[in-house]
Nanobody
C-alpha cells in the first residue's frame, strides 16, 4: 500500500514563501515521477510541476515556472515544492501525486494521490 502525505500549507501574506512537502511510503519502486497539482475554490484541479523519481528531470506549468521549484530528497522519499512571492491567486489545496507514466501533466496519468494541504494567501 502506498501513502502520500502532504504538509507545509498554511496562511501566509502575499509576497511570502512556503515550502510544501510530500512524504511517500510503501511500494514506490514502480513510480516514474511525482507531481504537484492544485485546486482553487470553484476551479478545476491544475498541474503545477512534476519531477522524475530520480530527481534529475523536472517540468513546470507556464503559470508556475519561476516561483515554484520542485525537488526530491531520495533518501527520505520526500518531494518538496517551495513557493516564493506568493499571490492571492495561489490560494488552493495543493496535492501531490505519483505516476508510472512519465513527466505527466494530466491528472489521469497519476495513480496515487495525497489528501492535500491548504495554502491560503492573504492580500
Amino acid at each position: 500500500q502506498v501513502q502520500l502525505v502532504e504538509s507545509g500549507g498554511g496562511l501566509v501574506q502575499a509576497g511570502g514563501s512556503l515550502r510544501l512537502s510530500c512524504a511517500v511510503s510503501g511500494r514506490t519502486f514502480s513510480y516514474y515521477a511525482m507531481g504537484w497539482f492544485r485546486q482553487a475554490p470553484g476551479k478545476e484541479r491544475e498541474f503545477v510541476a512534476t519531477i522524475a523519481w530520480s530527481g534529475f528531470d523536472t517540468y513546470y506549468s507556464d503559470s508556475t515556472k519561476g516561483r515554484f521549484t520542485i525537488s526530491k530528497d531520495n533518501a527520505k522519499n520526500t518531494v518538496y515544492l517551495p513557493i516564493d512571492s506568493l499571490k492571492p491567486e495561489d490560494t488552493a489545496v495543493y496535492y501531490c501525486a505519483a505516476t508510472r507514466v512519465g513527466l505527466a501533466q494530466t491528472m489521469g496519468a497519476y495513480a496515487d494521490w495525497g489528501q492535500g494541504t491548504q495554502v491560503t494567501v492573504s492580500s
